[in-house]
T-cell receptor, first 112, second 113 residues
Framework: IAGITQAPTSQILAAGRRMTLRCTQD?????MYWYRQDLGLGLRLIHY???????GKGEVPDGYSVSRANTDDFPLTLASAVPSQTSVYFC???????????FGQGTRLTVV | SQQGEEDPQALSIQEGENATMNCSYK?????LQWYRQNSGRGLVHLIL?????REKHSGRLRVTLDTSKKSSSLLITASRAADTASYFC?????????????FGKGTSLLVTP
């Protein structure tokens, strides 16, 4: 089934550790996004990419980095995790800018 | 900052009633989208309305857009218990880095039998 896949589903991480959240889509979408969702704050954009080889910063980029080496993969890296990065992370993709976005099932990350 | 803001934050109605949610945004847009999120799941796209459109329908959903007031509304008619979910509006934003999709904080809808 075509779609967007995130891994892991959930993770407990010690503060200070490095962690990469994986996101893969098989729809050949150009645009990909990473969001974090926190209670009462909705979805906030972390980083995005409009096409392979390009990335942009969203509303809350600090402490996170991304890369877009190819069309299908858009990993999100926490270089040194802190408790405030405890959240549910969603990856999404869309065929092009201004189109319908498809979401992964989310990664629940707890930093302790 | 987040572009869209939904209102109300929470809404509780009975089955059969209509549910109306509103979204206000800050800057000019090319289109506005509405999404639904069931508890613990990813968001699912409901409907997209372009800046040159004023109203759009899809099944029991009706979306309006007023670009002069920078606002949109989502109406769910004849609601069902299965409509219980959070609803988000999303607006596009262009910058030097390209295109991004920004979401509001959402409206939590509870439909009771």
């Amino acid at each position: 089934i075509a779609g967007i896949t995130q891994a892991p589903t959930s993770q407990i991480l010690a503060a200070g550790r490095r962690m990469t959240l994986r996101c893969t889509q098989d729809m050949r979408h150009n645009a990909m996004y990473w969001y974090r969702q926190d209670l009462g704050l909705g979805l906030r954009l972390i980083h995005y990419s409009n096409t392979a080889g390009t990335t942009g910063k969203g509303e809350v980029p600090d402490g996170y980095s991304v890369s877009r080496a190819n069309t299908d993969d858009f990993p999100l890296t926490l270089a040194s995790a802190v408790p405030s990065q405890t959240s549910v992370y969603f990856c999404a993709s869309s065929e092009r800018g201004e189109g319908e976005a498809f979401f992964g099932q989310g990664t629940r990350l707890t930093v302790v | 900052s987040q572009q869209g803001e939904e209102d109300p934050q929470a809404l509780s109605i009975q089955e059969g009633e209509n549910a109306t949610m509103n979204c206000s945004y800050k800057t000019s847009i090319n289109n506005l989208q509405w999404y639904r999120q069931n508890s613990g799941r990813g968001l699912v796209h409901l409907i997209l309305i372009r800046s040159n459109e004023r109203e759009k329908h899809s099944g029991r959903l009706r979306v309006t857009l007023d670009t002069s007031k920078k606002s949109s509304s989502l109406l769910i008619t004849a609601s069902r218990a299965a409509d219980t979910a959070s609803y988000f509006c999303a607006t596009d934003a262009w910058s030097n880095s390209g295109y991004a999709l920004n979401f509001g904080k959402g409206t939590s809808l509870l439909v009771t039998p």
